[in-house]
């Protein structure tokens, strides 16, 4: 009957001692064996046994220790779009007197054991995502047996997490049908990677824009670029080396549209004489380019907090339903969008 006893208050660090190894260790052997010799994982298990360690019932238990520090994982740390995002979970984790690690996902290969052991040890109560993806290799079965997670800024309803973001398609059509409504026919598109779903949203928004309006759908308007400045910079000259050449331009983020805003002076184009810009997140920057730059405003620093809420909730042991968080966003009509000289 000792075990039985055991197995209420076994941890991690109990498996540790009786394998003879780190917790580190113990994490890769339960989560990814196999990464760990034969030898070792069967010291592991054989702890396991003698302590009565139950993993999925020490995630499960309300009472486990907090460490009152939660992680963001951010895509792209150097992306001055995260900021604010970042800064809104940051004021509403320290007034409930959490700390906030940041995670960067663009090293996620190098990082991925430490994320995944830094949850299984419990150093983190939960974890904010601003993208797309987990980072780390597990599923939705996995994930329950894991500390809260919460979603903002994207959409992935297959991995059924709580999520903060805005309507991309909807905003992406408003964004294009403004150009159209400026008399623009030839409206071209700076997209995003095509693995990320809020691009693919955004660029479902452009052609259902352009299919309401009666345009047709040229495949060699789109463009696909990496979120960068030099993305904007190359797209723009690939479009504008085409035989008819878009008189306007949607792009998937302000730092895109800044490198097109940039290539166009480069090629001799005047924005917004020559050719109209549209950008989407309204970074800082988007206010101090010349023009200033036309954009969709996306609330970073109200999906930062409202996400982070979400966060609390589940670990204040409420039951937070799966599944979208809408906040509204704006169009703000700046100098880099005019009226075509044909319409005027």
């Not at 495949?219 to 993305?231: L, M, S």
């Amino acid at each position: 009957m000792e075990h039985n006893q055991e197995s209420t208050t076994a941890t991690m660090k109990d498996v540790a001692e009786r394998a003879g190894v780190s917790t580190a260790t113990v994490s890769r052997a339960l989560m990814n064996p196999e990464k760990v010799s034969a030898v070792t994982r069967q010291k592991v298990e054989q702890a396991v046994i003698d302590t009565g360690y139950s993993p999925h019932a020490l995630a499960r238990n309300a009472k486990r220790s907090e460490s009152r520090t939660i992680m963001v994982i951010v895509p792209d740390i150097c992306d001055p779009f995260f900021s604010e995002m970042i800064r809104g979970v940051e004021v509403t984790a320290a007034k409930q007197g959490y700390l906030v690690l940041i995670g960067d996902c663009a090293h996620q290969n190098q990082q991925e054991k430490s994320f995944m052991n830094l949850m299984l040890t419990r150093q983190i109560d939960g974890m904010v995502l601003l993208g797309s993806q987990v980072p780390f290799d597990t599923g939705v079965e996995e994930q329950r047996n894991l500390p809260p997670m919460v979603m903002a800024n994207e959409f992935a309803p297959e991995l059924e997490l709580p999520t903060v973001h805005i309507d991309n398609l909807t905003a992406a059509f408003e964004a294009v049908n403004h150009l159209w409504q400026l008399g623009h026919r030839r409206i071209a598109c700076i997209a995003g990677p095509e693995e990320m779903p809020l691009c693919h949203y955004r660029l479902q928004g452009y052609i259902q824009a352009l299919r309401r309006n009666g345009l047709t759908i040229d495949p060699e308007y789109i463009v696909r670029g990496d979120f960068t400045f030099e993305a904007g910079c190359t797209a723009f000259r690939r479009l504008m080396a085409l035989p008819n050449p878009p008189d306007a331009l949607f792009c998937h983020s302000d730092i895109m549209a800044l490198g097109a805003m940039s290539q166009a002076k480069s090629l001799g184009l005047r924005v917004p004489q020559d050719i109209s810009l549209v950008g989407f997140d309204d970074i800082e920057l988007s206010r101090y380019s010349d023009p200033q730059l036309t954009t969709v405003a996306q609330p970073r620093f109200d999906i930062g907090r409202e996400a982070m809420l979400l966060l609390l909730e589940q670990l204040q042991g409420k039951t937070v339903s799966s599944g979208s968080r809408l906040l509204d966003f704006e169009l703000k009509v700046r100098g880099s969008t005019a009226r075509t000289a044909k319409s005027e």
